[in-house]
């Protein structure tokens, strides 16, 4: 369980760390066109390799894929850190989004392996939830610390220790547990698994192109590949021996509402972490140790809630409360970051990151925990993957959608304010919001300006005010999905995890 606890810190450490450093990132690699892909790069590649290891790991026993994924991520994170240029890093984003895959896909699901009874996976489950915490907690500020004094390479470079301890721990002390025997070589649904590929990669495409390109004969294309992909996936699984997306778990009502809500809050909670660093930075113009400071709330209070979930999870009547709080709570925190200004109080933005924390620590454990015990132990393994690969699917989904609004927006607002002050020659230097982070960019134009006897302070301030309404526009889109899993709760069937937890303590 230590050597696991290190494999989630090394995943949440990525997730918050990266996070809090990608806009120092673009700012000196340049190419903000590649924003969302340094996340959406990573959440494809991991999305695809999630349900494949999670049915290999149902088959041949976790250990040594988790061995392997450690090795990869590790080795990935340190080609992150050498990187260039925006493409190269958006490449080594993608390998490392396979050793996370991995990970997600093979750590999750050891830990019912570990202890099958519900009352006790929830007790030692806490162990997970602070590792996760403790990642969640350091991230931002680590994030901002080493960005501003180390250079923001650094932040890759911390996943190595990390990675060292958990692979000793994993290696040495981790069981290896297969529930199944095969005579013969495992026939793996490749086919599926090239089919989930296709529709996932087109997909990201035409969402992340079409704002660009219109409606094209290129993104005609996508969507073509991405209809007959989902056409085929399902014709496929139906067929396939062992399939590697087993539709008879889709006619779970439990499992099939638990899959919808784990793409809404992956939604909600990537769109979160990758521009709320970006308001505070570019919007607002604070330094990233300030904005680390400020997002260490929301990672702080995702354990808080984890371990107040695992107390309340077994007391209370229906456990499907603990989804409402949670997804409630995003909803209304969503809102109120849609109101942030540059002179908002911060206590007051530290109260919505406290909201979002605990919302999603409410709801993180409970998808994973209900999943489990709606598929049952045939489909253990795939139900822990899919919650896991779906709510990437959502984190996929929000960074590209989230991103592509907030870029037009912003492009968009930027040239209505310099058509208002008759200022449209200025518009290259500042359609890029990587401007309002780097500071000898800002510098140089500054120069420039004074010299024809311009003011700089209020193109660059039109520029952070066009940035702010833009990030709120994609943050509107976080308060439409809280509602939309709200009323989806309403099909989720009633969970009886207090009787069946009692019963098995008695």
């Given at each position: ?8 810190m090394m995943v949440a450490l ?135 004094y180390a250079g923001w390479r ?210 993180l454990p409970n998808l994973t ?138």
């Amino acid at each position: 369980m230590l050597g696991l606890a290190f494999v989630v810190m090394m995943v949440a450490l990525d997730q918050t760390v990266v996070g809090t450093a990608l806009p120092t990132i673009v700012a000196e690699l340049k190419g903000f066109d590649l924003y969302a892909w340094v996340a959406t790069s990573y959440l494809l590649a991991s999305v695809i390799t999630v349900p494949i290891f999670g049915r290999l790991g149902d088959h041949f026993g976790r250990k040594y894929f988790v061995v392997a994924a450690i090795t990869v991520f590790t080795l990935a994170s340190a080609l992150c850190g050498m990187a260039n240029s925006m493409l190269f890093l958006v490449l080594a984003r993608g390998l490392q989004g396979i050793g996370g895959g991995m990970m997600v896909g093979t750590a999750f699901a050891s830990v019912p392996d570990l202890f099958p009874e519900p009352h006790v996976r929830l007790r030692w489950q806490v162990i997970i939830s602070s590792a996760f915490g403790i990642a969640n907690a350091i991230g931002p500020s680590l994030g901002g610390l080493l960005t501003e004094y180390a250079g923001w390479r650094s932040v890759f470079y911390v996943n190595l220790p990390v990675g060292l301890l958990g692979m000793y721990f994993v290696a040495r002390h981790m069981p290896l547990i297969r529930h199944h025997k095969h005579e013969g070589p495992m026939k793996l649904d490749w086919a599926g698994a090239c089919l989930i590929a296709a529709l996932l990669g087109s997909l990201q495409l035409f969402v992340e192109l079409l704002p660009t390109h219109g409606m094209s004969g290129g993104m005609s294309l996508m969507a073509i590949i991405s209809t007959a992909a989902f056409i085929g996936l399902i014709f496929r699984e139906k067929h396939a021996s062992h399939p590697i997306l087993p539709l008879d778990m889709l006619r779970n009502p439990a499992l099939a509402s638990l899959f919808m809500l784990a793409v809404l809050m992956g939604f909600m909670m990537f769109a979160l972490i990758f521009y709320m660093p970006l308001l505070l930075q570019g919007g607002f113009g604070l330094a990233p140790d300030v904005a680390g400071l400020l997002m260490t709330p929301l990672v702080v209070c995702i354990t808080i809630g984890s371990i107040s979930n695992s107390r309340l999870l077994t007391r209370i009547p229906n456990p499907a409360w603990m989804l409402y709080a949670g997804f409630i709570l995003m909803g209304f925190s969503a809102i109120g970051i849609t109101t942030l200004q540059q002179s908002t109080p911060h206590v007051l933005m530290v109260c919505y990151m406290v909201g979002s924390g605990l919302g999603l620590g409410f709801v993180l454990p409970n998808l994973t925990i209900f999943a489990q015990e709606a598929a049952g132990r045939a489909h253990l393994g795939i139900a822990t993957a899919m919650i896991q690969s779906l709510r990437m699917v959502g984190g996929m989904l929000g960074t590209a959608l989230v991103g592509t609004l907030v870029n037009h927006t912003y492009v968009s607002h930027v040239r209505a304010a310099l058509d208002a002050t008759h200022a449209t020659q200025w518009f290259v230097h500042l359609r890029d919001p990587q401007i309002l982070i780097n500071k000898a960019a800002q510098y140089q134009l500054a120069e420039q300006l004074h010299a024809l006897g311009q003011d700089s302070a209020a193109l660059i301030e039109a520029a952070r005010l066009s940035l702010v309404s833009s990030i709120h526009a994609g943050q509107m889109l976080s308060v439409v999905v809280a509602v939309i899993a709200v009323w989806q709760m309403r099909r989720l069937p009633r969970l009886h995890l207090r009787r069946q937890a009692a019963q098995k303590s008695a």
